[in-house]
């Protein structure tokens, strides 16, 4: 059973005048359907305006559809009765750390969000020191949150969520205010989560370098899903990518001018490594599909 199924996903905004009067619908979601595996790295992409929150706000019934159903882990999302339930499942994290922290030290801000859904007090603790160890900050658990960096605060609103034990965690632009060194530290976590705790996540990012390594990809374009596959299937269609306003990761750019120029390079080249043996592998009048074939196979 997939942890999240979007069946026929719609979802209008009412901008309602002076009066209270609906004054105009903004169809943010059109008929989205689309199936996330339990314990799979997912990554949603897409321009700004394209209904990424909005339908990240679906996974935890901060909206319920207009039209057509959101299963989290089984549950109706429009189903009341369920609503504790879908968000102890799907975890929400944002994009700015400082709007989500509240507490006088790290410990405490963690042990907010069990001790919300009711959490015995020995179980939040054991709790909080599983979350910490989860995101790597043992160390800072009686430091004041606002002398953390960017990318500590982030790991930390990673952690208080963690500590609810969600079968799920959805971000949304969670690296968007971090410098790079901060971006590639909270994503370390995220896939620590995945691989060691099976979490599911789902991933909203501008960020291509953050999709190279999710196991699924969706785009979404004014409201609908595109798009969907494995980050080399999404990358290697760059003239898609290009129409829908986004990037693709560097690397796919620069061997992707080249196969333009008339290098033969095979389509989807992600890393420098693939890069690197398939130019290499030209060079020597060798086979470069071979090679980034046995780059991938090497991982
Ligand atoms: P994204 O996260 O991909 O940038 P959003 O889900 O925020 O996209 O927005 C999708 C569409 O819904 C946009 O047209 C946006 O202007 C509109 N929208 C988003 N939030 C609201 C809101 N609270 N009220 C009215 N319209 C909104
Ligand atoms: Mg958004």
Redesign the pocket.
């Known amino acids: 059973m997939p942890i999240v199924s979007a069946q026929n996903l719609s979802f209008s ?3 309602r005048d002076e009066e209270g009067n609906v004054a105009e619908h ?4 059109k008929g989205v359907n689309l199936d996330i595996l339990a314990g799979s790295f997912v990554t949603i992409l ?12 679906q996974l935890n019934a901060l909206l319920v559809p207009t039209g057509g159903t959101v299963f989290v882990d089984g549950m109706n999302t429009a189903d009341e009765s369920h609503l504790l339930d879908v968000r102890k499942t799907a975890g929400m994290v944002f994009q700015n750390p400082d709007n989500q922290m509240i507490a006088s030290n790290v410990e405490e801000e963690i042990a907010f969000g069990p001790e919300n859904l009711g959490v015995e007090p020995d179980d939040i603790w054991r709790r909080v020191d599983m979350a910490l160890a989860a995101v790597g900050m043992n160390a800072y658990r009686k430091t004041s949150p606002n002398k953390l960096s960017g990318g500590q605060k982030q790991r930390i609103a990673i952690a208080g969520i963690v500590a609810m034990e969600p079968k799920c965690i959805v971000l ?2 969670p690296t968007a205010m971090l410098d790079p060194g901060g971006r590639r530290e909270v994503i370390r976590t995220l896939h620590e989560l995945n691989e060691k705790r099976h979490v599911t996540i789902i991933l ?1 990012t501008h960020y291509m370098e953050e999709v190279v390594d999710a196991d699924y990809c969706f785009v ?1 374009h004014q ?1 609908e899903l595109v798009m969907s596959g494995t980050p080399r299937e999404i990358f290697s269609d760059v003239e898609t990518m290009r129409r829908l306003s986004l990037d693709v990761p560097q690397v796919t750019e620069v061997a992707y001018e080249l196969q333009q120029a008339g290098v033969p390079l095979p389509d989807g080249i992600l890393t420098s490594e693939e890069l690197t043996k398939a130019l290499t592998a030209v060079r020597d009048g060798g086979d470069p599909a071979a090679a980034v074939e046995g780059c991938r196979r090497a991982k």
């Open positions: 905004y009412e901008l903004i169809d943010a979601l897409g321009a700004n305006g394209s209904g990424k929150s909005t339908f990240a706000k949304d632009e909203i979404m409201g």
